[in-house]
């Protein structure tokens, strides 16, 4: 186990609803990255937040948006869910935003319909 | 643009055998390589990385190679286990910064 956690595992929405996801970083690390993975692909980097401030974004729309809190536990935001938004969305947690050796989370698995 | 591919989808391996996984990438700038391994509903688990100076790293099992001339990166594993059975992904990361790019994948399946 990687000590990060995610929140909820699996979820279900609708076309056009917002949804937030919640990622517990591994103790001490202070980096988080979102990614998303659609089935038979690899992860896509949506952005990353160090320090409760953005530190970089992937390319996805401004409907992705992102928090980090002073405990360095992280939120995604996605408004206006899109039928494509489906996947899994995965939490990956560092020391450092250039430490290569990122621990994943087991992911919350998002399905819109 | 940038690019990480992997060259087989599909990588089958009797128990006991070595494996090579190949990875091919576009982005000279990369600073660091990296594998990862995935399991069945599980987050992807980093293995080893290399950097962009250096040719071979080891770690236990695993042998990562570089070749920077013709921008591939392979992954070998000795004696493959059951337990390696996963997806594969190789990734790059851009200089300085946590962004990772990964590929498509190769699927591993470790035959009896």
């Known amino acids: 186990e990687t000590g990060v956690t995610q929140s909820p595992t699996h979820l279900i929405k609708t076309r056009g609803q917002q949804v937030t996801l919640r990622c517990s970083s591994q103790s001490g690390h202070n980096t988080v990255s979102w990614y998303q993975q659609a089935l038979g692909q690899g992860p896509q980097f949506i952005f990353q937040y160090y320090r409760e401030e953005e530190n970089g974004r992937g390319n996805f729309p401004p409907r992705f948006s992102g928090l980090q809190f002073p405990n360095y536990s992280s939120e995604l935001n996605v408004n206006a869910l899109e039928l494509d938004d489906s996947a899994l969305y995965l939490c990956?947690?560092?020391?450092?935003?250039?430490?290569?050796?990122?621990?994943f989370g087991q992911g919350t698995r998002l399905t819109v319909v | 643009g940038e690019s990480v591919g992997l060259h087989l989808p599909t990588l089958s391996v009797q128990e006991g055998d070595n494996s090579i996984i190949n990875c091919a990438y576009s982005?000279?700038?990369?600073?660091?390589f990296i594998w990862y391994k995935q399991e069945s509903g599980k987050g992807p688990q980093f293995i080893i990385d290399?950097?962009?100076?250096?040719d071979k790293r080891q770690g236990q099992r695993v042998t990562v190679l570089l070749n920077k001339t013709v921008k591939h990166l392979s992954l070998q594993i000795a004696a493959t286990q059951p337990g390696d059975s996963a997806v594969y992904f190789c990734?790059?990361?851009?200089?300085?910064?946590?962004?990772?790019?990964f590929g498509a994948g190769t699927q591993v399946v470790v035959t009896p």
């Open positions: 990734a790059t990361r851009g200089q300085g910064w946590g962004k990772l790019q």
């Open positions: 982005n000279s700038a990369s600073d660091y």
């Open positions: 990956a947690s560092s020391l450092g935003t250039a430490n290569t050796e990122a621990f």
């Open positions: 290399i950097r962009s100076n250096m």
